[in-house]
């Protein structure tokens, strides 16, 4: 009976408060629009003090010092205090008794982050919008080989980092690569994108290059309302990975296992003594140091001289085969010249036979040729 009872108490307020409300359906009513913080709204303030502290490297200790009274600046005005430390080499952020925004502790915590990451202060101010977000990728564990990783770090770039330029304008994101680290700033889209982009560049399944050319025919297609509703699949280009060869790695020829190590390599020592020179005095020592350095500037001089001399040798002249030879090719051309004369008299006779006429060849054959008259 009382796990009845039990039942028909959950069913009766189950849904209790989900009734439809006025505003639901209010077409004035943007429901997705962030409104601005009116401080108006938490007038007790904070109950408890929440900090966050960040770590930051020894080059940015410069830039920080300068920049900080401007940062100090910008989160005075929320009410969230901040404090640098330069011998712990830390920047730290805490609400106070006139904080009023409850979210903006993890802004500023996000804003000495992006600091950390070498974003210059005025942009990395600009996270305190409640519209801009930020999101720093760890790329230093995607890739082992340092090589491997610097290069597709240098495609996230491009040259004169125009690959860079055009992902920023068309993701409207702030990118910044340093280090291990690529800092973004934009909105929660544009940032979805970049890390897809980046992610993907580094483990190298897809140049940005390709995500460039992918995001600008969605940039023109979201300018047609006809297809907002449709699959953007088929206009979408496809790139088909090309596998590129690479240089085999020549396998080392396993020896047969031995249990005995390998022998010992004579020292110099013992080279010495089996040449013997370890019981000559230093006087002979020197003196067959000396002897070995001149038979070598012998041998050096000897072949200096060499090809000094090989400069004045005469080439070899033609020999009188050759001369031969050239005159049997100029034989064997007039020879040529002569057939193709022949052969062209032929043909223009041919030609001759054929066009003329037989009537009139008989009619001029048929009349007397005309004597000359004789001069007295």
């Not at 943007?30 to 490297?57: I, Q, Y």
């Not at 066009?355 to 000359?372: M, R």
Request: contains cysteine; charged residues 35%.
């Amino acid at each position: 009976m009382g796990e009845n009872m039990e039942k028909t108490v959950n069913k009766k307020h189950k849904g209790k408060h989900d009734k439809p409300k006025p505003w639901d359906e209010d077409p004035n009513i943007d429901h997705w629009k962030v409104e601005k913080f009116d401080p108006f709204w938490n007038e007790g303030g904070m109950l408890e003090v929440s900090s966050f502290s960040t770590l930051f490297p020894q080059y940015r200790e410069k830039y920080l010092q300068e920049a900080w009274p401007m940062v100090k600046g910008a989160l005075k005005e929320y009410g969230v205090s901040c404090e640098l430390n330069l011998v712990e080499g830390s920047m730290t952020v805490s609400t106070t008794r006139k904080t009023r925004d409850p979210y903006i502790i993890v802004k500023a915590r996000d804003l000495i982050r992006l600091l950390s990451r070498s974003v210059p202060a005025p942009q990395a101010i600009k996270i305190l919008d409640d519209e801009m977000q930020c999101d720093i990728i760890k790329i230093g564990n995607l890739v082992r080989n340092k090589e491997r990783f610097v290069k597709r770090r240098q495609h996230l770039v491009g040259p004169n980092s125009s690959t860079l330029k055009a992902l920023e304008i068309l993701t409207g994101c702030y990118i910044l690569v340093q280090g291990n680290t690529v800092a973004a700033m934009g909105s929660f889209k544009g940032l979805k994108q970049v890390r897809r982009i980046v992610e993907d560049c580094m483990q190298n399944k897809m140049h940005p290059v390709y995500h460039i050319k992918i995001l600008m025919v969605k940039k023109e297609l979201e300018k047609d309302p006809a297809l907002a509703n449709e699959n953007w699949d088929r206009f979408l280009p496809k790139f088909k990975k090309k596998n590129v060869k690479q240089k085999k790695v020549k396998s080392k020829e396993k020896k047969p296992y031995t249990p005995f190590p390998p022998p010992p390599q004579p020292s110099k020592i013992d080279k010495l003594l089996e040449s013997g020179e370890y019981f000559l005095s230093e006087r002979k020592k020197e003196s067959k140091k000396w002897q070995e350095k001149q038979e070598k500037q012998a041998e050096k001089t000897a072949e200096n001289k060499r090809k000094r001399d090989a400069a004045f040798i005469p080439p070899e002249e033609p020999s009188r085969q050759n001369s031969c030879e050239a005159e049997d090719k100029t034989n064997d051309v007039a020879a040529m010249a002569k057939s193709l004369k022949e052969k062209a008299k032929k043909l223009r006779k041919q030609k001759f036979a054929e066009n003329i006429n037989p009537e009139e060849y008989i009619a001029a054959s048929g009349e007397k040729p005309s004597k000359k008259k004789k001069s007295k």
